[in-house]
């Protein structure tokens, strides 16, 4: 459940506690143990390759969250009793760095523009980091994943700058924007071909070594340019959802998309699918190959990993589900009473709200006022009122001498303790399940939830 450093820490902190003479509650402010914004640049992230990035991408997902399997482990002897967690699932979305001014690419090759003027490099080429002539960081990047070049503009957008990262240097000279500044820019896989969109929404298109030639005028507002993963089309998105195709090589026109549902405000691209968001932040998912939109869940099947800007920095979302863990200190406690006249079962939570539930099927109702509240107290965790039977909680498992309990609040996630059995046994009769109780009588059993979790791409 706990990692053997966290453990460590925690067998000191207690220790501190008594020391001191401070009590212990089970009501004890909770600590949250991750949820920090990791942006600097590590060891893993400085080897400039995409398996670096891809071992960071799991080194952050291990640090800011725990593995499902995890739950499942027992504290050290002792401590049972000093500490209970809650966990919720979220979807991963670590951030991968910081103070990017602009970047390019996916998991398979990444380019970002740093606001110092480097611009820092994972593909299966030697080059990690190449600068800017004249520092600051990039308005545009040009990167294509797999690609022996990149291309980058200054931070004014009038110049575009060429890099070969085979050789890890700067291609003499600069291609110049007639009319700048750039303000969208692709590079093909291959690193052959450029694409630009200028001042005055011309989409302009040549070998990356120059020159540039003017091959449409877009009429609405421009999101997003890029190239198909085999390089053989072009694409422009306009805010409006229509999609602008032209063939690579013959420089010719194609039939455009039209993506229903706009207005978009945003537009992002991975593989062949393309992703529009609206102002409110919903989602359509465009398939290039079908011409058609898609379900979010077959998108991310086809193109499960995402690399996004976000607030300055870059943000990763793996399409995944881990499980993000908050400690408490002390005991779970419930304060449980029972109202016969109005058939009401009161429970004062883990999550210290108070919750009414119908002594007659079980179910959580609004809350009601009654004058014959009676505190009532369990018996290995069932409690009796009247003639019937209620559970809060159920067992997950038993490890040991250790039996590990879970009571999932709806919107909270789960709450999880261990408590001593005094006997030794190993059962675990719903492998990587945890209960969820739609009805607290006893006698009604508890659905079990797989910990699905997946694998970052």
Request: a positive charge.
């Amino acid at each position: 459940m706990i990692s053997k450093n966290f453990k460590a820490v925690f067998t000191a902190l207690l220790l501190a506690v008594v020391a001191v003479g401070m009590p212990v509650q089970g009501n004890a402010a909770s600590k949250e143990r991750v949820g920090q914004a990791y942006i600097d640049v590590p060891s893993q992230l400085r080897k400039g390759t995409t398996k670096s990035l891809k071992s960071y991408v799991s080194l952050l997902l291990s640090k800011k969250y725990v593995s499902a399997k995890k739950l499942y482990e027992p504290p050290f002897m002792g401590l049972e009793d000093k500490l209970y967690i809650s966990v919720k699932r979220e979807k991963a979305l670590p951030i991968i760095a910081g103070g990017v001014a602009s970047y390019a690419g996916n998991e398979e090759g990444l380019a970002a523009a740093l606001y110092d003027g480097t611009v820092r490099v994972w593909s299966k080429y030697k080059c990690r980091k190449v600068r800017l002539p004249g520092g600051g960081g990039a308005l545009q990047t040009g990167y294509g994943p797999g690609s022996p070049t990149l291309a980058a503009t200054g931070r004014d957008g009038n110049e575009i700058y060429v890099f070969d990262l085979e050789q890890c240097s700067r291609v003499p000279g600069e291609l110049p924007v007639e009319h700048g500044p750039v303000k969208m820019m692709a590079l093909s896989n291959t690193g052959e071909w450029l694409g630009v969109i200028d001042s005055f929404n011309s989409l302009l298109s040549g070998p990356v070594s120059g020159p540039l030639q003017e091959i449409s005028i877009l009429e609405g507002t421009p999101l997003f340019i890029g190239y198909t993963p085999g390089q053989g089309v072009l694409l422009a998105v306009e805010a409006s959802g229509r999609i602008i195709k032209h063939g690579t090589k013959k420089q010719a026109r194609m039939d455009s998309d039209e993506v229903p549902g706009g207005p978009f405000v945003e537009a992002r691209m991975s593989g062949y699918v393309v992703c529009l968001t609206r102002d409110n932040g919903s989602e359509v998912y465009w398939d290039l190959r079908k011409r058609a939109t898609v379900k979010k869940f077959d998108a991310l099947v086809q193109e499960p990993a995402w690399i996004y800007k976000r607030n300055g920095g870059l943000v990763y979302s793996t399409g995944v589900d881990r499980w993000k863990i908050t400690e408490h200190l002390g005991r779970p406690m419930f304060i449980v009473s029972y109202s016969a006249a109005e058939k009401l079962l009161r429970v004062r939570d883990l999550d210290r709200k108070t919750r009414y539930y119908s002594a007659l099927d079980g179910k959580e109702i609004s809350g009601s006022e009654a004058d014959d509240w009676k505190l009532i107290s369990p018996r290995k965790g069932v409690y009796k009122a009247g003639k019937k039977m209620f559970r809060l909680y159920d067992l997950v498992c038993q490890r040991g001498t250790m039996l590990l309990y879970g009571r999932h609040i709806e919107n909270k996630g789960f709450y999880l303790w261990w408590e001593d059995a005094g006997s030794n046994a190993n059962r675990n009769p719903h492998p990587l399940e945890l209960p969820v109780r739609q009805s607290v009588l006893a006698e009604s059993p508890a659905l079990w939830v797989p910990l699905i979790e997946g694998e970052v791409r």
